[in-house]
């Protein structure tokens, strides 16, 4: 298992644009997951922080860990609910609730998260100044055996404070303010243990990502980098010594451009994570995006049979085009029509339709109907499509229970969109349950 590199985002007030794009920034320049959280306890600012957290978790697909206050079990659940995959709870908050509620009423809600979503869903927080025998003991009583371990100017030995947890805990991260100052040792001495995960920091400094990860791996520390399996002499060039490479949106599959790659263009594509093209009309190497910011982050790279061509798989960050269009490929020659829906992706057509219906009212339209009557209404229809189902099933002939089903996804996909939920919020929730 590789170790993680996971920037630390804290959010600040009514800076929810600014704290969602550097999320996305993070992911594209290779984080494998990220770590967020908010300096303050107040109820408003929380709960902004959990809007601004469900939307970033919309933006992005590597994993959010992220740390909230837990009063009670509806924290727990609030935080897993943005999409979070876990929560930590640093061990100062749960001191300070035990305080004010006692230990009794204060660790409830921690051991309540526990039993209903699993230990696998809460880390605890712990400070190389705490005592190791008192945490020991409160990890216990919580059920929690995930350790993130903070990182101070206490002077103690970090790794062999951390080593006293080791036995007996699943996961643990190491958490600091900083890496920078920190030599390349330093930090393979920190990832070294086997049970430790990764390393959160908020300040990477001007040390790239891939270029920390590049560091890790030639001192002996297994991370997640772009590597080739292929080496590029074994690819077969065209006449101009070439390599011609299809550029496709990894989420809408839509093909974006069709670009070529020399030894040079291909080896810095693989090292840095961005598409780097070699120019035949400049005769240069070129950044995609250099001078526009329209990057494209690498997803995967794969060659065809004949291993003469490169399918690059993209995070494209605004046009592809040069003229401003999403992709090269939009003056039609030639045209037939024929149906283009595809079963995997019906789901979010309607749903977008549905959407549509919202933002832009049509007169006569049920959907916009529903959405006039509200919530209730809306609910009534969910409840009376699935009764219909039931009955549907008990039909011997099952086409009359695809209609059926087909009525019951689209109130429902009403209902989400009354509900600001959209597919790739349950899609997401899925996953985690599989």
């Not at 990860?213 to 070439?242: A, H, P, Q, R, W």
Request: charged share 30%.
């Amino acid at each position: 298992m590789y170790k993680k590199i996971v920037p630390w985002l804290v959010y600040e007030q009514d800076k929810a644009e600014d704290f969602i794009n550097a999320g996305i920034q993070y992911e594209a320049t290779g984080a494998d997951e990220l770590y967020i959280s908010t300096e303050t306890q107040e109820h408003y600012l929380g709960e902004e922080f959990l809007r601004a957290a469900a939307e970033l978790a919309k933006q992005i697909d590597i994993p959010i860990l992220i740390n909230i206050f837990v009063e009670r079990f509806e924290d727990v659940k609030k935080g897993l609910y943005t999409g979070a995959y876990a929560v930590t709870v640093k061990i100062t908050d749960i001191y300070e609730v035990n305080t004010r509620a006692g230990a009794e009423t204060g660790n409830k809600a921690i051991k309540e998260a526990v039993a209903r979503f699993g230990c696998e869903k809460l880390y605890l927080e712990v400070s190389d100044n705490e005592d190791a025998q008192t945490v020991k003991a409160l990890a216990a009583d919580l059920g929690i055996d995930r350790l993130l371990f903070i990182k101070t100017d206490s002077g103690n030995d970090f790794m062999e404070y951390g080593k006293q947890f080791m036995e007996g805990y699943q996961k643990h991260f190491i958490k600091s303010d900083s890496i920078i100052g920190v030599s390349k040792e330093d930090l393979k001495a920190n990832l070294a243990e086997e049970q430790m995960e990764g390393l959160i920091a908020v300040n990477f400094g001007d040390r790239d990502l891939q270029r920390i990860k590049k560091d890790l791996k030639e001192n002996g520390i297994s991370v997640n980098t772009y590597e080739s399996s292929i080496s590029f002499s074994d690819m077969k060039l065209n006449s101009d010594g070439l390599l011609p490479v299809v550029v496709q949106d990894y989420k809408t599959k839509d093909v974006l451009m069709v670009a070529y790659m020399n030894e040079e263009a291909f080896s810095l594509t693989v090292s840095t994570g961005r598409m780097t093209y070699y120019s035949r009309s400049r005769k240069k190497l070129w950044l995609k995006g250099e001078t526009s910011g329209h990057f494209q982050y690498v997803k995967t790279l794969t060659l065809d049979c004949d291993k003469d061509t490169l399918l690059a798989k993209v995070r494209q960050v605004g046009p592809a085009c040069h003229t401003g269009s999403t992709s090269c490929f939009f003056e039609e020659a030639v045209k037939k029509p024929y149906d283009n829906s595809n079963p995997l992706t019906v789901l979010n057509d309607v749903y977008e339709v549905i959407m549509d219906r919202k933002e832009h009212p049509k007169e006569g339209s049920y959907t916009n109907y529903l959405f006039d009557k509200g919530i209730d209404k809306i609910l009534k229809k969910c409840g009376e499509e699935a009764a219909e189902i039931i009955i549907a099933a008990k039909n011997p002939d099952a086409s009359e229970l695809k209609y059926e089903i087909s009525d019951y996804l689209y109130h429902l996909m009403v209902l989400m969109a009354q509900c600001g939920l959209d597919w790739k919020e349950i899609m997401k929730e899925l996953s985690h349950r599989r």
